[in-house]
């Protein structure tokens, strides 16, 4: 019987897909990656997944597994091949707020994740531009980072358990709600950042942390990143590590965003070359507490802060947002850093990780080695500087285009140079294979070629992404 026949009957015709049916998964969110999947899979169950994985596996039939399709990297470009959807599987089975967990499955988008535990007080503190579409799946398989990194760490830190089918249907069970669990290998963590290549995650116990009672949220100018560290270590001193982001951006990010975003305003009345976004969150009462005059402790500590640094030269300018509409729109700004960068085409997107305290080098080093080889090129930078990630945008010139693969390799020069990462949050899906089999360390590769084809030996998960 013909493959798609089959697999109506194991999970319900309405939930194969085929034909334009399969429109909104026949591209990825760039747009970069194009092409028609053979068929949309909606299972409703792990059941089914695993059904459909035994299936796969007799049949030496390519899966790609997909969740919002929000990554950036091409890692659920399906061409010709079958795409399992896990948007089904959305059922937060449960919230358990005295153990600080919550139990979803891989379909529950980011933010209902973040509407559901909120309602115990309580926050699942990962958290990016993309939160209305990625879900639970997606999120672990790439092990995003996003903007709260600096003070909770990646996804892989907020995860206690899983399950997963494995390529051969087989299902994998660890949903372990435990702190601690040395009972062998750590199987967990193999799958998560895996992007899809060694099985399909079909639910997580996450872990959660108290709601902040109050935060303090200021743009801040700084006459240069070795300032914006200052502030940011003072910051982390002064309130107990609890610095929840911190974002740069230079001028010619706010310039593009004052162009793309009808109605962005600047933040400030002059333009600054280094601007940072810096959220302190507070859960204690004695921060949270307002005082007699109505301001909280945990802004007064943040603009004492910034006045000091104000008078010895290291802050140029500051605003404290005043309400939750100004912090709104600091974090508009920041989060409309994607929409930025597809803003224009064609775009090449590098995602790096170095030492906090070569941020600087790495910037002027990159930006010289692309302009060297592209002069007319463009370049918008922006990054969880907390973290050492930077985002680079590159827009090449039509003769930069053609050259594209050296313009990669130059600043993979400086990035190893630095030692730094090739990939920091994003992952490698299609567009980062190349630098994985020039950058990656040649054992580490044999070693993940070796974990891949012990756990499907027949190739049919998500074939040709991450190895090169
Ligand atoms: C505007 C914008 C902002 C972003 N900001 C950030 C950011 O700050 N930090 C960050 O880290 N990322 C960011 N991203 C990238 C992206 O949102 C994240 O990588 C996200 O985690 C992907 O989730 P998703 O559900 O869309 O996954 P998808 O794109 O559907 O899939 C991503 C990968 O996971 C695999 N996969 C999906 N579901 C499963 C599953 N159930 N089991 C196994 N494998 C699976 C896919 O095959 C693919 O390899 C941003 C993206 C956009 C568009």
Known sequence: MDIIERLRGLIGPDHVLTGADCAPWASDWTGTYKGQPLAVLRPGSTAEVAAIMTLAHDT????????????????????????????????????????????????????????????????????????????????????????????FGNTREQILGIEVVLPTGEILNLMSELRKDNSGFDLRDLFIGAEGTLGIITAAVLKLQPMPAAYATAMVAVPS???????????????????????????????????????????????????????????????????????????????????EMMETGAVLDAVVARNEAQRTEMWARREDAGELSVSRHPVMLMDVAVPLDRVEPFLTRSNAAFHSIDPDGGMMVVAHLGDGNVHLTMWPSPEGMGRADSIVEQVEDVIAELGGSFSAEHGIGLSKRKTMARRKDAVALDVMRRIKGALDPAGIMNPGKVLP
């Open 225 to 307: 990143l070795g300032d914006a560290l200052a502030l940011l270590n003072r910051l982390q001193s002064a309130t107990g590590g609890a610095v929840e982001a911190f974002e740069y951006m230079p001028a010619n990010y706010i310039e593009r965003h004052l162009q793309v975003r009808a109605g962005a305003r600047a933040p400030f009345a002059q333009m600054y070359d280094v601007n940072i976004m810096v959220e302190v969150a507070a859960t204690a009462p004695r921060d949270a507490t307002p005082n007699a005059d109505g301001s909280l402790p945990i802004v007064d500590l943040l603009e004492q802060t910034l006045a």
């Open 60 to 151: 030496g039939t390519a899966v790609v597994p997909v969740s919002g399709n929000t990554g950036l990297t091409g890692a659920t470009h399906a061409p010709g091949r079958l795409v399992l959807s896990v948007d089904r599987l959305r059922k937060l089975r449960e919230i358990r707020p005295e153990a600080r967990t919550a139990i979803v499955e891989a379909g529950v988008i980011l933010s209902q994740v973040h509407n559901a535990v909120a309602e115990h007080g309580l926050v699942f503190p990962v958290t990016f531009g993309a939160r209305g579409s990625a879900m639970v799946g997606g999120i672990l398989s790439t092990n995003a980072g996003g903007s709260n990194v600096v003070r």
